[in-house]
């Protein structure tokens, strides 16, 4: 089995890293204290300059709830066809109804206003009131995969259910465990799930590298990176099961 590692940056120093590092896929984000939401167009734009990954920006207007308003939406829609514009592989995104079931008419639209770029349905799958109903509303919609930790806080709680949800999608969605996922944990959990694709913040806190500080302000500069270490020791993890 070939096996995917896709690897978030939020920044683009962290996109350099996954670059250098082995990973496979990229999900860009900016925010990274909200989970993630749309990077900005130079930043979009700059990560697909500097990298041959596979690219794959969040469209995700704001932090909180995946309940949109229909103006929210109509941002979602125009970030979609700027990542086309801009030569993307594909988006990340997710939409729910209030209900905890899967918004399909709106996440079908930005599939198709997405095409031929893939899409993947995000961590708003962990927030559905039925998981293996959500499976079967996304595979109508024409999303590619799903990225879960199997309605858990991190995919090693969630295992029993991802496992299920990868026997259930039977080819033709794939299933991506992500949440928590770093190189102690990666093999058992390819081996629990039979998924094939994994996805990791493998995050680390850099340093500012500013010299002179205004102790009053008394703030932390510190940033989300890519820690390209532990993104090796996935890829090498993984590189065992073939």
Not at 100 to 113: H, P, Q
Not at 116 to 140: M, S, W, Y
């Amino acid at each position: 089995m070939n096996y995917t590692l896709e690897v978030i940056a939020f920044t683009i120093e962290s996109v350099l890293l996954a670059q250098q590092s082995g990973a496979h896929r990229i999900e860009l984000c900016d925010n990274p204290a909200e989970g993630g939401t749309t990077p900005g167009y130079g930043t979009i734009k700059t990560a697909r300059e500097k990298t041959s990954l596979l690219l794959y920006p969040i469209i995700r207007p704001r932090g909180g709830d995946f309940l949109y308003s229909d103006e929210a939406f109509e941002i979602m829609k125009r970030d979609v066809l700027l990542c086309k514009e801009l030569g993307c592989d594909g988006v990340v995104t997710g939409l729910l109804q209030a209900d905890g079931s899967v918004d399909k008419k709106r996440t079908a639209a930005l599939v198709e206003a997405a095409y031929p770029l893939g899409v993947t349905f995000h961590r708003a799958f962990d927030r559905v009131a039925n998981p293996f109903e959500a499976l079967e509303d996304i595979i109508t919609t024409g999303c590619e995969r799903i990225l879960t930790s199997g309605l858990k806080p991190a995919a090693t709680e969630g295992a029993e259910t991802l496992a299920g949800l990868v026997r259930q999608s039977d080819d033709r969605i794939i299933i991506m465990p992500g949440s928590g996922i770093r190189s102690e944990n990666i093999v058992a959990l390819a081996r629990q799930t039979g998924a094939a694709e994994f996805h990791s913040s493998a995050r680390k806190t850099a340093d500012s590298k500013m010299e002179y500080f205004n102790a009053a302000m008394n703030e932390n500069l510190q940033t989300a990176e890519l820690d390209s270490g532990e993104v090796k020791k996935m890829i090498a993890a993984l590189q065992t099961l073939d």
